[in-house]
């Protein structure tokens, strides 16, 4: 993900200095006009502002405050947005590592996959110091569509956990839908194209419905995050005991989908929780 | 819905004669130019194609099959086009009678509620005789933006619960993320907007969440019906063993508004179900 | 179940007169001092009281009210008891048959299976004519060890309904745990006997809790029936808009232990609707 | 629970030391002839074996770990018994701690709750150090009625969770039999009794059946932590992926039952979160 942003940054001619752990994964970008720094904390000290990228909350945590970590590199007068996808408390860690050295931080949790990366289509959730939100709001709106500040640190990440707990039941209730016709005689290419006409039309549903008819989950996102998701998501509603029994059900499917080996597949195989495991069913 | 249809007939110039059980409904569409005939059996009598739009399955047996119903008027080279919402018996049943005369059948119950009606933009789900769909092709087109041929009559009905199954989930889900917002204090509207730029949009959730965040539920299609589509798919996904556990763990929350008074206000009026009983709630 | 419901009556030395559509299953019947006629108008003709246990509702209803059926030789003074499962509706249906004659009517159907039903230890739950309760109360005590009288017809199948129901969700929560025991490396068979010595323990439990174990589910009541139980006792609920998510998600399960073909075996057969598709399954 | 289990050790004449953070709380096993010690550090350096009886895994962890605490003052040849029910990971915790003296740990969590620690009804699910399992047996009996030895630290814990996990979906199931014959109108107090016949009789259900249905819910087991139980041991069936939607369903009838109050009431208190929230419903 952290690529293609970048392309857009360098593309709208944007100063930029990148840093991987795979140094190679840097090479399209520096034959493209980016500078390098072999360290977080020295893209951090030369830079104004450090973005980063990463796969899940530990390596945030290593990249913000480990040895090397921006933190070191960081200070007054600098800012530090990540934009990766971690839990409310990570993001409160790295916050108050990077505030401690008197810079500022901002939470911008992404919605939208590779796709919507490479098209500067990403939607921004961002939480944290206000200022920083207003010195790099023309960047984000470089690598997205819309970006939305949603106060403290840690609400980036609630938002995002909400939006996909309703994604990961849409999910598993069209699938419910496809099944059904394919057992009552009805066409599912013809659902999903009716669904694309009304009220209830989501551009998920084109996307995916015909893929998911052929019994193909190509990854986009993959099926244990969106498990994972709806697990964090029914953690936050149980901590405000909210009740989410639509939820509660949809990663019941998600936990059998994952139980039959689909966890690196798309989040779409959920589908293939609700068929039935012999062929020839016997129905009565 | 009636009404508006045979108003976007009229504007399209196409020779048009109502009934309605209740006659000064009709004088509107009369001043426009409207023929009016007193029974069903008259108008198909007098008409080539007879379009009938009831509110419910024991109406529109009546008005095909009863006392001066159509069936009593119409034969050999016409066409009887049901765009009712009834059940597959329901509708098996008017085809059987008016095929019985010589005339053909076509179900075609419609994807849309009141606004798109006006503005010509329904779905029309079709089945039965198909030399039929093609005759009346052109009409559905003025009344509607996009028109499907199911199969046997039936197929109609059974494609329209599912689609409403999902959409009944999609309500559902979407109450259980603007209430998990506001419990963990995030701004429900702001949910709205990040669903409405993503993946995930679907103009249901743009038109209702306002109001569902006010607590307001206008209804557009009425909880009731929204439960009885839920109860009659789950039936058909139980004739054919499907497993459907969102639409269940769904259908249990608009039973749940229903018991709390809530069945003629909108289906969206489902978010009741899932708050508190108490206020000040104790959350351990 | 009549069979041995019969043997205990002639035990305990009731005069008994029997018929079946097969006669040579009377035969066991016959040689111990059973009387037999040619058909249920007979029967209840020659008898006091005529008892009617029926595998299901059109059975029921055809040796009630059918040509040489029971209510043809019935009359004042005499009494009709139904103790077959039939729904609410099939139970008035033959009521209000027998009782046009002038005979009383009492549904009685029973909770127990077949060897209960071996030694006289059945459970009635009867509805209809309490007089009748009354007069043939001392043989229900010879076939059961406890009986219920619960008002108007109708009551005895709602009643027995929901006990069913409570029993379906029982057995998949505890298909649940078994499951759930094995998958962390605990033994089952000590789930089934801590189980079997706290305020949880059930009969049924333990006796089919080892089998289960086994992946054995020889039929006591069949997969198929409890689904369709659950299925009208969810459909008692809707029609008084009680919520029951529980017994909603239980249901769901033994609809897929059906698409699974297991509808004949035992109930508990509901557990394999549980167990994942793959042996080696990948969680992440 | 720890007060009435020390009566039954003294009754049965054992040698018996004790310690409370509220000393006066100690003072009638005290006059009944049990010795004092000021900290749990001393109780365990002037006894062979300790039993620990905490309220939760961080009382458990300092009673065990802390200051003054009962792993400064065991060693070798003597044990100590966790009785307390608190999570894997904290008995762990502990038992390491514990072995580290080269003491031996046994964990012990009990199923049952006050009336049957008075009856000495107690059942024990251990785990641990097998021979400090057969050094207290003796004890065990005179405190339990049965004692299940299960392996690894952490077994005891993962047991206990399974069974509350199957008695949380039990007592909601039946809470759901309960308001379905109240709406329908039958007794619920006849289907107390008949479910207590037959083969889904369950001590639970003739206990709290009868309150339950004049909305009275005295605590034995705080809602809270039965709602907490479910959590955990949903959290461990995601752990291995485990499908658990019946679990699942009944958690969050507990946070609805929660969000309304009922925390410290017992958790039969559940069925309130099935009934509506008007008394006058409309039912459509």
Chains 1, 2, 3, 4 share one sequence.
């Not at 190679?24 to 990228?53: N, R």
């Not at 290419?189 to 209830?200: C, E």
Request: aromatic letters at 6%; one cysteine or more.
């Amino acid at each position: 993900m952290g690529s293609p942003m970048a392309h857009n940054l360098l593309k709208a001619g944007v100063d930029l200095t990148v840093w991987n752990r795979t140094k190679t994964k840097c090479d399209p970008l520096i034959s493209l006009g980016a500078k390098y720094k072999p360290s977080p904390e020295e893209v951090a000290a030369s830079c104004d502002v450090t973005f980063a990228m990463l796969a899940d909350p530990q390596s945030a945590v290593d990249v913000a405050c480990g040895k090397h970590g921006a933190a070191n590199g960081i200070g007054p007068g600098k800012g530090y947005v990540d934009v990766s996808t971690v839990d409310g408390d990570t993001s409160k860690l790295i916050s108050a590592q990077i505030n401690s050295t008197g810079a500022l931080f901002l939470e911008a949790p992404v919605s939208g996959s590779k796709k919507p990366a490479e098209d500067g289509q990403l939607i921004f959730l961002t939480a944290g110091d206000k200022a920083l939100y207003e010195t790099v709001g023309s960047l984000l709106d470089i690598m997205g569509k819309s970006k939305f500040y949603l106060g403290d640190v840690g609400n980036g990440a609630a938002m995002k956990l909400v939006v996909n707990m309703i994604m990961g039941s849409m999910m598993a209730s069209f699938s419910e839908g496809l099944l059904l016709c394919e057992k009552v005689g009805l066409d599912p290419d013809v659902l999903v194209k009716v669904v694309s006409q009304g009220a209830i039309n989501a551009p998920m549903y084109s996307t995916k419905g015909p893929s998911m008819i052929q019994s193909l989950y190509p990854t986009a996102f993959p099926l244990k995050h969106q498990q994972k998701d709806l697990r964090l998501a029914l953690g936050l509603a149980e901590s405000v005991s909210q009740s989410t029994p639509i939820a509660a059900a949809a990663n019941e499917l998600y936990k059998v989908a994952k139980s039959h080996g689909l966890s690196d597949q798309d989040f779409s195989a959920v589908i293939e929780a609700l068929k039935s495991k012999i062929q020839h069913s016997e129905n009565q």
